[in-house]
Every structure is written in structure tokens, then in C-alpha cells.
């Protein structure tokens, strides 16, 4: 079976190109590289020791992607491409909306016209809001604060109606809490150009003396110890849940939490990371940041009935890979 991972050499899109590899599929990868690098190609290659179609282009581009659905038969699409940065997304919101949005479209019209059936597609927990916790795939979605949370949402909607129409075509939507860690073998994991965003891998920056200190956002929320909460999951374990959405993929659409189901909070992931590698991350703490909610976790009951998969990884694991990735970034 050959799937077309669209976004394959960025951070998620490579772990899932490991895992679909090792499960037996053949996976074709178009990236236009825009916040990866094609190493990673080859660092898929080195760990799964099988080989991977790449093409940089963008998904946006019609001609280019109607080549990739020329060449080859395609089996269903995994598609990850997309900018994902919250803030950069509040400043460029045309550009944000046009990938995001463009980019899912772009496919739905060559699936229509080259009889692809199967879609996965990577959304996010933030198309919740504010909500009640834990998050279940059944609850009325609230609004999100930013553009970048919106194209999810509206992706949301845009596959589900394409789908409504067609009863043919199978749509699975997986809603991501937090991802980090990396793969075991130290070859592929994340690594954002500049100052990262996110709370991992500013820690890793930290630990390796790149940046100062962390700055943790807030220690007045009402949650264990007043800093943010959430749903930290390992990274080979959220790629082994898009082969189990593969697999078990049917007519429809269907949504799954793909989350561990436990919160851990900034400061209790900073003392993990310390204790898992005997390392000090020196941290301060400022300001809450503009739009974060206080806490986030999943309801992961869903996919573990449905798909048969549930997260195995625990914090300190998540925190030993994602160390000993950061350690051999050049
Ligand atoms: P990433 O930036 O590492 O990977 C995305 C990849 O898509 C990159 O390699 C980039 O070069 C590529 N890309 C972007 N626009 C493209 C285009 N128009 N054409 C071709 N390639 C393009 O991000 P990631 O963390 O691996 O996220 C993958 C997907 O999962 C994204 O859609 C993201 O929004 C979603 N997601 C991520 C998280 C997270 O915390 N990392 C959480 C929820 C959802
Ligand atoms: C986690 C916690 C921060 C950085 C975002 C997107 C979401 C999804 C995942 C993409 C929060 C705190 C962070 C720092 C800190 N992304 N923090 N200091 O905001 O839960 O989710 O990434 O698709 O859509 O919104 O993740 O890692 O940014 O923050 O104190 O330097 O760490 O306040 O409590 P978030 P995050």
C-alpha cells in the first residue's frame, strides 16, 4: 500500500514515516521544506533501512502535486504539511489560512479526481478552546484564539462536509495534544528554526546553554501548582496512533484524541527533564501568555476502543529522547 505523507520530513510527518514503514506500507513524501530539512529523508531511510519517494513541492501547487498523483497509485494521505507556529499565525494570518486551507483542498480535489479514498488528517487539540477537561471528541468545539487554531478547525469542517457528500470516502480526523520527545536512535526529532515556541524544546535549548533561562508563563492558574497543564505525549507513540487510524480507517468521518490522557504541569515537566538527565534548566517565572488556557488533557478512551491504541511512553522517557536529540543537533 503506498501513502502519500504530505509534510513527511517535518517533526510528526517523519516519526509517522518510520512507523508506516516498519508496519510494512510504502510511503511517498512531499515536503516543500520550508521548516525542515531533507536530511531527515535519509535519516528515515537509515532507521527503517527501506526506502522513501521524496518530492519537494508544495501541496498548494496544483500541477506540481496532480504529478506525484500521476506517477504513482495512491493508496490514502496522511496529511501533515501545514505552518503551525500561534503567534507567527496572529502576524500572517493570509499566510496561515492560504497553507492550511489551500493546502487540504488542493488534495481533496486530486483525491476526488484520482479515486483516493482514504484522507488522515492532523488537527489539533486547540480546536476545543476553552473547554471542559478532559477533552472529548463529542464536545461542542468552542472558539480558538488564533488563525493558526482556526485553519484546524475549518480543515475540520471542510473534510467533513467533502465527505458527507461522498459516502465513499473515509476522513479521519486525529486531534493532537502535546507532542515531544523524539526518536530513540537520536536521528530525527524537533528542531524549530530560531527561538522555539514551544515548552520543549525551549528546554532543550536551555539545557544545552543556547538560551539563558526558560520563562515559564504564569503560576497563578488554578491548577496543581498555578502553572499550565497539559498532555504531553511521545512522538512514536502519536506516529504509531496514525497507523492504527490507517488500519482501522472506514467510511465517514471519525475523530480521535490522540493523547496520553494525563496532565503534567510546566513546573513538574522542567523537574522531570532535570531528573531524567541530571541537568539544571534555569527558569523564572513572568507573565501568563495571551490566549493559553490553564489546563488541557484528553479523553484517549475513544481510539483506545476504536483503534486499539493507547500511549505507552511515560515523561521521563519523552524527556530522556528529546535530550538526546537536542545533543546531536549541530
Ligand atoms: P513541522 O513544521 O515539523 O512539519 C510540517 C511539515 O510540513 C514541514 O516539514 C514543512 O516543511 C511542511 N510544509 C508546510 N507547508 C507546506 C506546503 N504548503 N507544502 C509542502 N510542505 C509543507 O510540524 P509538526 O509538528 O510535524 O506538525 C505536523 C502537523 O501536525 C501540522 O499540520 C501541525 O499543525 C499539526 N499539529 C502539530 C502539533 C504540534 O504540537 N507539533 C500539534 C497539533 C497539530
Ligand atoms: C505548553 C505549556 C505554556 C513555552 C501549542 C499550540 C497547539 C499545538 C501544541 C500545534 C503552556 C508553557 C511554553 C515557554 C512556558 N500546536 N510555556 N514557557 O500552547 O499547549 O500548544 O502547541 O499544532 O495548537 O497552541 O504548547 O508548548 O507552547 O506550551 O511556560 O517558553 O508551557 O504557557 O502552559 P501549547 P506550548
Known amino acids: 500500500m503506498n501513502i502519500l505523507v504530505t509534510g513527511g520530513a517535518g517533526f510528526i510527518g517523519s516519526?509517522?514515516?518510520?512507523?508506516?514503514?516498519?508496519?510494512?506500507?510504502?510511503?511517498?513524501?512531499?515536503?516543500?521544506?520550508?521548516?525542515?530539512?531533507?536530511?531527515?529523508?535519509?535519516?528515515?531511510?537509515?532507521?527503517?533501512?527501506?526506502e522513501v519517494v521524496f518530492y519537494n513541492i508544495d501541496?498548494?501547487?496544483?500541477?506540481?502535486?496532480?504529478?506525484?498523483?500521476?506517477?504513482?497509485?495512491?493508496?490514502?494521505?496522511?496529511?501533515?504539511?501545514?505552518?503551525?507556529?500561534?503567534?507567527?499565525?496572529?502576524?500572517?494570518?493570509?499566510?496561515?489560512?492560504?497553507?492550511?486551507?489551500?493546502?487540504?483542498?488542493?488534495?481533496?480535489?486530486?483525491?476526488?479526481?484520482?479515486?483516493?479514498?482514504?484522507?488522515?488528517?492532523?488537527?489539533?487539540?486547540?480546536?476545543?478552546?476553552?473547554?471542559?477537561?478532559?477533552?472529548?471528541?463529542?464536545?461542542?468545539?468552542?472558539?480558538?484564539?488564533?488563525?493558526?487554531?482556526?485553519?484546524?478547525?475549518?480543515?475540520?469542517?471542510?473534510?467533513?462536509?467533502?465527505?458527507?457528500?461522498?459516502?465513499?470516502?473515509?476522513?479521519?480526523?486525529?486531534?493532537?495534544f502535546n507532542p515531544i520527545g523524539a526518536h530513540e536512535s537520536g536521528l530525527i526529532g524537533e528542531d524549530p528554526k530560531g527561538i522555539p515556541n514551544n515548552l520543549m524544546p525551549y528546554i532543550t535549548k536551555v539545557a544545552k546553554g543556547e538560551l539563558d533561562k526558560l520563562c515559564i508563563f504564569g503560576n497563578d492558574y488554578p491548577t496543581i501548582d498555578g502553572t499550565g497543564v497539559r498532555d504531553y505525549i511521545h512522538v512514536v507513540d502519536l506516529a504509531e496512533g496514525h497507523v492504527a487510524a490507517f488500519k482501522n480507517i472506514t467510511p465517514g468521518v471519525h475523530v480521535y484524541n490522540l493523547g496520553t490522557g494525563k496532565g503534567t504541569s510546566v513546573l513538574q515537566l522542567v523537574k522531570a527533564f532535570e531528573e531524567a538527565n541530571k541537568i539544571k534548566v534555569p527558569y523564572e517565572i513572568v507573565d501568563r501568555r495571551p490566549g493559553d488556557i490553564a489546563e488541557c488533557y484528553a479523553d484517549v478512551s475513544k481510539a483506545e476502543k476504536e483503534l486499539g491504541w493507547i500511549a505507552k511512553k511515560g515523561i521521563i522517557e519523552m524527556c530522556k529522547d528529546a535530550w538526546n536529540f537536542e545533543k546531536n543537533i549541530k
Request: charged share 25%; hydrophobic share 35%.
Open 59 to 176: 501541496v498548494t501547487e496544483e500541477k506540481d502535486l496532480d504529478s506525484v498523483f500521476s506517477t504513482h497509485i495512491i493508496d490514502g494521505i496522511i496529511h501533515f504539511a501545514g505552518l503551525k507556529a500561534v503567534g507567527e499565525s496572529v502576524e500572517k494570518p493570509l499566510e496561515y489560512y492560504y497553507n492550511n486551507l489551500v493546502s487540504t483542498m488542493m488534495l481533496c480535489k486530486l483525491c476526488k479526481k484520482y479515486n483516493v479514498k482514504k484522507f488522515v488528517f492532523s488537527s489539533s487539540a486547540t480546536v476545543y478552546g476553552d473547554n471542559e477537561i478532559p477533552f472529548r471528541e463529542d464536545m461542542k468545539l468552542l472558539s480558538t484564539t488564533n488563525p493558526y487554531g482556526e485553519t484546524k478547525a475549518m480543515s475540520e469542517r471542510i473534510l467533513t462536509d467533502i465527505a458527507k457528500a461522498d459516502s465513499s470516502l473515509c476522513v479521519t480526523l486525529l486531534r493532537y
Open 15 to 50: 516519526h509517522t514515516c518510520v512507523a508506516l514503514l516498519e508496519a510494512g506500507y510504502e510511503v511517498i513524501v512531499v515536503d516543500n521544506l520550508c521548516n525542515s530539512k531533507v536530511d531527515t529523508i535519509d535519516k528515515i531511510k537509515k532507521i527503517t533501512n527501506k
